[in-house]
């Protein structure tokens, strides 16, 4: 029954991209891109909780809480944080100014075009880092994927596993583009909150909790006896634990995928609804996410904890508390978070290359055609690039936690603090903007590479820092912008005014 509800699930997703497939045929690039501009309020909304909270939402983050203690939940708070912020300082005005700044539909297009567009050196070294960062998302997003496929098909061999689910994610990606990829995050995000809520709400109706208890005893693979004891208390956490999650808040400037969807909605105006949809959706699921790592502790830690298996914890619980079908759907939910993520990442960075490396740089005369193809063939390299990446990495939580935090973090400073800039400082010149995007990229990984380990603190923290510092300082120092460049600024602000 559990592999009914597995294929029925793929169905569904494979469904919609072939229906968009059909149904979008004479579209060309932004239509395969960014939607039209065309997305409702609520499918805005969930697609953009979907592609933001990747599998590790249900196994890399609830694994971390039932092995280290409650001092992981600050990364929920972070990001809960984050996302409100996101939502009700940058959504609507990002809309607004990437219509204004020559209808952009990239991320790196409207940074260059915000400028004036007529040099593209900011928009290639974008795209750039937008296929490496987002390369080693995608392929921890396969990690996971891998994960279920052999748990539910134990006789799978994870090679085989993680093929066939790239297989599927490139599909329906290749086939529908932006819309397909927006409404199977709408019910994948529907299906992810649906079973987050599930388990917990089981779990406290099903068993008395105040009999259970989060110590766990067991003998270790060197033959140790074992007492681990539980941190539940959060304010007991140290302090780079404390700073760590609250800097995953400010990744969320910076994130291309989630950015999009911004660019994508019909009006500025729809931005209320869905943000109030969106802050409602993360804070119901990050909660449920904690208490799922927290009841898992007292309920199936003795068999997770000694083989190194946190990562099952939401896996283990829905087939104990659910019928088989239903754990089906439940388990479909882990997959769900994984596609959602990979879907979207891939789909910028195909529109990345060819809107902002191919079209300005390789082939300037490139037809609609040509690069809605492109496209597709760029998502087919990514996903072939991602799966070897993955299939070279060791498995299970902390793998799955790893690479979103360094392609988090690298996102988040080097697009964090000038997307922040070109929406509020009229000053910000296109000099400055190159130096915050680089500035903030360089830090960020040399600071992975050579201190993060030593001193605790995670790179994002000072790769955003420097990202803003630089741009502001280069920005001061160079001449101020042109009348055509504040021009775009002041259309972008106007357009506010005229709608309030």
Not at 33 to 39: A, I, K, N, T
């Amino acid at each position: 029954m559990e592999v009914a509800a597995f294929v029925l699930y793929f169905l569904l997703v494979l469904g919609v991209g072939i229906w968009f497939f059909l149904k979008e045929k004479g579209g060309g690039e932004k239509e395969y891109f960014l939607g039209g501009r065309q997305m409702g309020p609520w499918v805005t909304a969930m697609s953009a909780q979907a592609s933001d909270m990747s599998a590790w939402l249900l196994m890399g983050l609830p694994g971390s809480i039932m092995a280290f203690g409650f001092g992981q939940v600050w990364i929920g708070i972070g990001l809960a944080l984050g996302t409100a912020a996101n939502w009700i300082f940058i959504a609507a005005r990002l809309r607004r100014f990437s219509k204004a700044a020559g209808d952009s539909i990239t991320l790196p297009q409207y940074l260059s075009n915000r400028f004036g567009g007529s040099k593209k050196g900011l928009q290639v070294i974008c795209a750039v880092i937008f296929l490496v960062f987002f390369t080693v998302y995608v392929a921890s997003s396969f990690v996971a994927g891998t994960k279920v496929f052999t748990a539910v098909f134990p006789s799978l061999d994870s090679t085989v596993a993680m093929l066939i689910f790239a297989a599927i994610i490139l599909a329906y990606t290749f086939l529908g583009g932006f819309k397909a990829v927006c409404w199977t995050d709408f019910f994948q995000g529907t299906l992810m909150l649906i079973a987050l809520l599930a388990v917990p709400i089981v779990v406290v109706c099903v068993n008395d909790i105040s009999a259970l208890s989060t110590t766990v005893e067991y003998v270790n693979s060197s033959g140790q006896a074992v007492v681990d004891k539980f941190n539940g208390n959060l304010f007991a956490a140290g302090w780079q634990e404390i700073v760590t999650g609250l800097a995953w808040g400010l990744g969320y400037f910076g994130m291309p995928h989630i950015l999009v969807r911004f660019m994508s909605i019909k009006k500025a105006s729809m931005v209320k609804k869905s943000a109030t949809v969106a802050i409602i959706w993360v804070v119901l699921a990050l909660g449920a996410t904690c208490l799922i790592a927290y009841f898992g502790r007292m309920l199936v830690a003795g068999e997770l904890l000694p083989n190194g298996q946190q990562e099952l914890v939401f896996l283990v619980l829905a087939r104990k508390l659910f019928p088989a079908f239903l754990a089906g759907l439940l388990m479909s939910a882990i997959i769900a978070a994984s596609m959602s993520t990979a879907d979207s990442q891939l789909l910028v960075a195909s529109s990345s290359f060819t809107s902002d490396i191919y079209k300005p740089v390789m082939r300037r005369n490139a037809s609609d055609r040509e690069m809605l193809w492109m496209g597709r063939i760029v998502v087919v390299i990514v996903t072939v690039v991602a799966f070897f990446i993955a299939n070279s990495n060791s498995s299970g939580a902390k793998a799955i936690m790893d690479m979103v935090e360094n392609a988090w973090a690298g996102f988040g400073s080097a697009f964090g603090p000038v997307v922040i800039l070109s929406l509020f400082w009229r000053r910000l010149t296109y000099k400055g903007a190159i130096a915050g995007v680089v500035g903030g990229a360089v830090v960020d990984v040399v600071w992975m590479a050579f201190l993060s380990s030593s001193t605790g603190i995670y790179e994002l923290l000072p790769g955003f820092a420097a990202g803003l510092l630089s741009a502001v300082a280069v920005s001061l120092i160079d001449k101020a912008p042109s009348s055509e460049v504040t021009d775009i600024f002041d259309r972008a602000v106007s357009a506010a005014e005229d709608e309030d």
